[in-house]
C-alpha cells in the first residue's frame, strides 16, 4: 500500500518511502505501521492456506477441508480490512492535514479489490460446502408397485 504526493517524485508505503526515485526503510517503528504490516502479513498467509485447502480438497476430505479453506479466506478478507482501515485512518487524518497535494496509489486499490475477491471466494467456498454437503445421494425408496 502507498500513497505519493502528486506532481512530485516521493511516494511512502508501508515498507520504504522514496525521494527522487531513491529509496529508503522505514526508520521509525510507529504503531500503526506495525500493526497494518502485521494484519496484511496475517492476510497473505490466511489467503494462500485457504486456496491451498480449497485446491487441495479430495471426496474423502472435502468437506472439512473446503469449509477450513472459506473460513479462512473470509478471515484473511477481515485482516486485510482491518489494515486497510487502519492504514486509510491514519494516512487520511495525518498526511491529509499535513499535505494538501497527496493521493493513494495503485497498491492501494489492489488491496481493496483483493479484500473483496478474498471474501468472495471465502463466499463461494462455504457455499460449495453446504452444497457438497446437502447433494449427497439419498437412499433409494422402495417402492410397493
Given at each position: 500500500?502507498?500513497?505519493?504526493?502528486?506532481?512530485?517524485?516521493?511516494?511512502?508505503g508501508?515498507?520504504?518511502?522514496?525521494i527522487?526515485?531513491?529509496?529508503?526503510a522505514?526508520?521509525?517503528?510507529v504503531?500503526?505501521?506495525d500493526?497494518?504490516?502485521?494484519?496484511?502479513?496475517?492476510?497473505?498467509?490466511?489467503?494462500f492456506?485457504g486456496?491451498?485447502?480449497g485446491?487441495?480438497?479430495?471426496?474423502?476430505?472435502?468437506?472439512?477441508?473446503?469449509?477450513t479453506?472459506?473460513?479462512?479466506?473470509l478471515?484473511?478478507?477481515?485482516?486485510?480490512?482491518l489494515?486497510?482501515?487502519?492504514?486509510?485512518?491514519?494516512?487520511?487524518?495525518?498526511?491529509?492535514k499535513?499535505y494538501?497535494?497527496?493521493r493513494?496509489?495503485?497498491?492501494?486499490?489492489?488491496?481493496w479489490?483483493?479484500i473483496?475477491?478474498?471474501l468472495?471466494?471465502?463466499?463461494v467456498?462455504?457455499y460449495?460446502?453446504?452444497?457438497?454437503?446437502?447433494?449427497?445421494?439419498?437412499?433409494?425408496?422402495?417402492?410397493?408397485?
Amino acid at each position: 500500500m502507498q500513497y505519493r504526493y502528486s506532481g512530485n517524485a516521493a511516494n511512502q508505503g508501508l515498507w520504504r518511502f522514496c525521494i527522487n526515485r531513491k529509496c529508503h526503510a522505514h526508520t521509525l517503528s510507529v504503531a500503526f505501521w506495525d500493526a497494518t504490516r502485521a494484519f496484511m502479513l496475517l492476510s497473505v498467509l490466511g489467503c494462500f492456506a485457504g486456496v491451498v485447502l480449497g485446491i487441495s480438497a479430495s471426496k474423502r476430505v472435502q468437506s472439512r477441508r473446503v469449509r477450513t479453506g472459506g473460513i479462512t479466506l473470509l478471515l484473511s478478507g477481515f485482516l486485510a480490512l482491518l489494515a486497510l482501515a487502519i492504514y486509510t485512518g491514519m494516512t487520511v487524518n495525518f498526511f491529509g492535514k499535513r499535505y494538501i497535494d497527496w493521493r493513494f496509489s495503485w497498491s492501494y486499490i489492489l488491496g481493496w479489490i483483493g479484500i473483496i475477491m478474498a471474501l468472495a471466494a471465502g463466499v463461494v467456498q462455504l457455499y460449495a460446502y453446504q452444497r457438497g454437503g446437502s447433494c449427497e445421494a439419498a437412499p433409494a425408496s422402495v417402492s410397493d408397485s
